[in-house]
């Protein structure tokens, strides 16, 4: 068995924002370095794992625990890329339950058969739905069981909303021994103006952009294929975005207590930034006018 110290990660991100697109990534990067590597998925949809094991859907441990409560840990790891270990927290029957239910008994289950252990691993990653941070959904916060905690956020709005209420209950849960926050890995980053909006929201919240993520038909194209793009793409430049990313979390060691916004706070903060917007707008078709018409004055 091994006695190494596990470097627990969860990231979070509101639902379509890419979260597990890049933890997958992150996952089957760290294991070409040559880590051992858990992604532990958090969603109730199963599905964080399934770029690394050529789409495949893995069953939950829930389905699992429905159908036998007497459960051996092993019977709900799969090995996928890498050999990365892949497990799937997922979610109660529709309509009956808390969607964070799964984690709990998922986290149990391991911990009590001292698995995390026994397969001596280097990083053991949560991939956690940010919508809402409800009990189920902030145990890897509040329980301290992840150490480091990432957001996944675009420059929209919901998903700076979204970003803003984890940081609010890291700051509530720092106290009592929870997780702290490492940074804000920036995805769907394609201009400069979405870049401004991202670097200016976690300077007011105190914190670190750690990677800006473009949106990428390399992606798309990998995932369609259901792999990762570490796998499908090797040598394209969204995979070395995703190696250095993965590098820049293998170094990161010191994670801190944010300072979310206020209601208030993020909504004029928001308000000023759809009127740049705006701005930015008009100027960028007072300039293609000027242009056109210069142009068509030349001809």
């Not at 459960?71 to 997922?90: N, P």
């Not at 209950?169 to 804000?184: P, R, W």
């Amino acid at each position: 068995m091994g006695t190494k110290k596990i470097k627990k990660i969860a990231i979070y991100g509101k639902g379509g924002i890419g979260k597990s697109t890049t933890t997958s990534n992150i996952s089957a990067a760290l294991a070409d370095s040559g880590y051992k590597v858990m992604q532990f998925g958090c969603d109730p949809k199963s599905d964080s794992t399934n770029t690394l094991r050529n789409g495949e859907y893995i069953p939950s441990v829930l389905e699992l625990l429905r159908e036998n409560r007497r459960l051996d840990a092993h019977q709900v790891i799969f090995q996928g890329y890498g050999g990365v270990y892949c497990v799937e927290a997922g979610g109660p029957q529709p309509g009956v339950g808390c969607a964070g239910r799964g984690i709990i008994a998922a986290v149990e289950l391991l911990n009590q058969q001292n698995v995390f252990e026994e397969l001596d691993l280097d990083y053991l990653i949560f991939d956690v739905l940010g919508d809402v941070v409800c009990g189920g959904f902030a145990v890897p916060v509040r329980e301290g069981i992840a150490e480091h905690v990432f957001t996944v956020s675009s420059s929209d709005f919901m998903a700076i909303y979204a970003a803003n209420n984890l940081f609010r209950g890291i700051q509530s849960y720092s106290n009592s021994g929870g997780a702290l926050l490492g940074g804000v890995i920036a995805n769907s980053i394609n201009n400069e103006f979405q870049r401004q909006i991202i670097d200016d929201f976690v300077e007011r919240t105190q914190t670190q952009v750690l990677e800006y993520v473009p949106r990428s038909l390399t992606v798309t194209q990998s995932e369609l294929g259901g792999k990762t793009t570490i796998e499908a793409s090797p040598r394209s430049e969204q995979a070395a975005i995703y190696r250095r990313l993965a590098q820049r979390i293998a170094n990161h060691t010191e994670s801190k207590v944010p300072a979310p916004l206020s209601p208030t706070e993020l909504r004029e903060w928001s308000a000023s930034w759809a009127s740049q917007l705006i701005a930015h707008e008009k100027s960028t078709q007072n300039a293609a006018y000027i242009q056109a018409a210069g142009v068509s004055h030349g001809d």
